[in-house]
């Protein structure tokens, strides 16, 4: 098994067409060689219909990460009936995505070194050293922010802020986070997998992984304890521009 995995998690059937344009970049830069892909789904019946879509036969997918088609092999994870998200409340259905992006991670972190999350819309564009990149991050601690035209989103970044620095309230050094640079995809979303013990029991996501929120980005968090727990930086890029969202 290779040492990163590459994370889809808000995959659903709208975006099928860009999960297979986003594995055929992964297989372009061979990255592939280097990395195993995973996606994951909100069903069973979303795991299955997405094989469908590919041509590809189901029994054969999960052996030994193997499959036909033409397509590159992939694991699929499927988010647990067991967990129920209150979708009476708005920024609950769209924290669906959240969700599954921690279900991932809490699956995969004794599995792998680094994974990185990336959404469907995404593309690779170039051949790398995947590990060589993640180790570089981890070793530089440096994260990139920008500041944020004004009402350049339907939303308040604020809120983004607020919500991520409520899990660490209680750090002496929370002050550390107060600043108005925009973090969000100005780095590849990586995650060391041997701090995802402590971030977990830090930040008790698991236990209240239902309760999240559009507004809990799960990466902006991670970021947040980087900061406070692993001593990153933040490097203002000194560009405006407006804030991207999921």
Same mark, same amino acid.
């Given at each position: 098994?290779?040492?990163?995995? +590459? ?32 996606? #994951? ?5 979303? $795991?299955? $219909?997405?094989?469908?879509?590919? /041509?590809? =036969?189901? /029994? #054969?997918?999960? #052996? ?15 988010? $647990? ?21 921690f279900y991932a991670l809490i699956e995969l972190k004794d599995k792998y070194d680094y994974i990185v999350i990336l959404d469907s819309e995404c593309v690779i564009i170039k051949e790398v050293d995947v590990f060589a990149l993640c180790e570089k991050f981890y070793t530089d601690k440096i994260l990139y922010g920008n500041e944020t035209l004004p009402n350049s989103t339907f ?12 899990? +660490? ?48 980005? =799960? ?28």
């Amino acid at each position: 098994m290779n040492k990163i995995a +590459f994370v889809i998690p808000p995959l659903h059937p709208k975006h099928y067409s860009l999960a297979h344009t986003f594995m055929q970049s992964f297989m372009l830069c061979n990255i592939n060689k280097q990395a195993d892909l995973c996606f #994951v789904f909100s069903s069973k019946e979303d $795991s299955k $219909s997405f094989d469908v879509f590919l /041509n590809r =036969d189901n /029994n #054969v997918k999960n #052996v030994a990460m193997g499959g036909g088609g033409g397509n590159c092999p992939y694991v699929s994870i499927v988010l $647990s009936p067991d967990i129920k998200v209150d979708i009476t409340i708005d920024s609950n259905v769209l924290g669906i995505v959240n969700v599954k992006k921690f279900y991932a991670l809490i699956e995969l972190k004794d599995k792998y070194d680094y994974i990185v999350i990336l959404d469907s819309e995404c593309v690779i564009i170039k051949e790398v050293d995947v590990f060589a990149l993640c180790e570089k991050f981890y070793t530089d601690k440096i994260l990139y922010g920008n500041e944020t035209l004004p009402n350049s989103t339907f939303f308040n970044v604020n809120n983004i802020y607020n919500i991520s620095r409520r899990y +660490f309230l209680a750090h002496k050094d929370f002050d550390k986070l107060d600043s108005n640079l925009y973090l969000w995809f100005n780095q590849l979303c990586i995650y060391k997998c041997e701090y995802l013990n402590e971030f977990f029991q830090v930040t008790q996501i698991p236990k209240y992984l239902y309760m999240q929120t559009f507004w809990d980005f =799960d990466y902006y968090i991670f970021m947040y304890y980087l900061i406070l727990y692993k001593g990153f930086a933040v490097h203002n890029m000194e560009v405006v521009a407006p804030a991207l969202v999921h």
